[in-house]
């Protein structure tokens, strides 16, 4: 399996503009996750999904923030109107289970390198 | 939301070095898990611990979930060079999501 497809690696934007990450997990999957990494807050959980269906997303910042997941093989996060304080990297994850015994099957993908202008 | 205290945020050691780092938490936690970060990379797991006072191994990795079940360590024995990186705790109760720490940047001098 390819693992956690994220796209893009880079994106650079100006303020107001709005943004797009997509991700693809991993086939099977059953749960996906949306992470916010930044210096001063470590990793943050944003959103996440099982089956396709929202469960929490107690961690989305802001309405400007929006995520969906049509399908089992895809997920977008959304930030309109981007703004600079948005800048971080951005990671997808998905797992089989949520069970503390199958912990090993979270993978992180490569992760998107937002910079808003 | 809740979140767990990692530290030291960043360590420069010289290779061969021993390192250690931990986690602790306001309240428990049944999974300690411990992450590495490449740079440019997604976390990807270490070591996972499931038990109270369990300690486990992986190469020169060692980690340890604490007695009272809000805190676990993380030791690196004779660094090398590709050991840099970011190290991140995680915990987690019962079926939820992972809480992570905010990561302890290490840095290897040849």
């Known amino acids: 399996d390819a693992g956690v497809i994220q796209s893009p690696r880079h994106e650079v934007t100006e303020m107001g503009q709005e943004v797009t990450l997509r991700c693809k997990p991993i086939?099977?999957?059953?749960?996906l996750f949306w992470y916010r990494q930044t210096m001063m807050r470590g990793l943050e959980l944003l959103i996440y999904?099982?089956?396709?269906?929202?469960?929490?997303d107690s961690g989305m910042p802001e309405d400007r923030f929006s995520a969906k997941m049509p399908n089992a093989s895809f997920s977008t996060l959304k930030i309109q109107p981007s703004e600079p304080r948005d800048s971080a990297v951005y990671f997808c994850?998905?797992?089989?289970?949520?069970?503390?015994?199958?912990?090993?099957?979270?993978?992180f993908g490569s992760g998107t390198q937002l910079s808003v202008l | 939301g809740q979140q767990l205290n990692q530290s030291p945020q960043s360590m420069f050691i010289q290779e061969g070095e021993d390192v250690s780092m931990n986690c602790t938490s306001s309240?428990?936690?049944?999974?300690w898990l411990w992450y590495k970060q490449d740079p440019g990379e997604g976390p990807v797991l270490l070591i996972a611990?499931?038990?109270?006072?369990e300690l486990t191994s992986n190469g020169r990795l060692t980690a340890q979930f604490g007695i009272t079940r809000k805190d676990s360590f993380l030791n690196i024995s004779a660094s090398i060079p590709s050991d840099v990186g970011i190290y991140f705790c995680?915990?987690?109760?019962?079926?939820?999501?992972?809480?992570f720490g905010k990561g302890t940047r290490l840095s290897v001098i040849a």
């Open positions: 994850a998905s797992s089989l289970f949520l069970d503390r015994t199958t912990n090993e099957k979270l993978f």
């Open positions: 086939s099977g999957h059953d749960y």
């Open positions: 999904f099982n089956n396709n269906v929202p469960i929490d």
């Open positions: 309240s428990i936690f049944n999974t």
């Open positions: 611990l499931y038990k109270a006072g």
């Open positions: 995680a915990g987690q109760l019962g079926n939820t999501p992972l809480v």
